[in-house]
Nanobody, 122 residues
Framework: QVQLEESGGGVVQTGGSLRLSCAAS????????MGWFRQAPGKEREFVAA????????YYSDSVQGRFTISRDDAAKSVYLQMNSLKPEDSAVYFC???????????????WGRGTQVTVTV
């Protein structure tokens, strides 16, 4: 019902920047709460940032607060993650997520993208 496609990953040096994009499509690709999660090798998937459909409230994990910025373009059915001051510990596969309920935004909603790799070198 909802397909999510990420783009924008890559390799960057410490202190550099990357911008991830996620485009939603499908019958229910509107009025969604959108967010980003990441998973590093050997670790569990963790919440990074999210933006609510209603009111546009934004949430960040403590580890990215002040460095990452999430935004959305509802006309384009897209969500973005601007990542600045990147650190090696930010290296992970980044997943786009869409939740029907605000309640599940930070734990992970119903729909997931396939992920895009972000690698930050020393």
């Amino acid at each position: 019902q909802v397909q999510l496609e990420e783009s924008g990953g890559g390799v960057v040096q410490t202190g550099g920047s990357l911008r991830l994009s996620c485009a939603a499509s499908g019958r229910r690709s509107h009025s969604l709460n959108m967010g980003w999660f990441r998973q590093a090798p050997g670790k569990e998937r963790e919440f990074v940032a999210a933006v609510a459909w209603t009111g546009g409230r934004i949430y960040y994990s403590d580890s990215v607060q002040g460095r990452f910025t999430i935004s959305r373009d509802d006309a384009a059915k897209s969500v973005y993650l601007q990542m600045n001051s990147l650190k090696p510990e930010d290296s992970a596969v980044y997943f786009c997520n869409a939740a029907l309920s605000i309640a599940t935004m930070k734990s992970g909603g119903e729909y997931w993208g396939r992920g895009t790799q972000v690698t930050v070198t020393v």
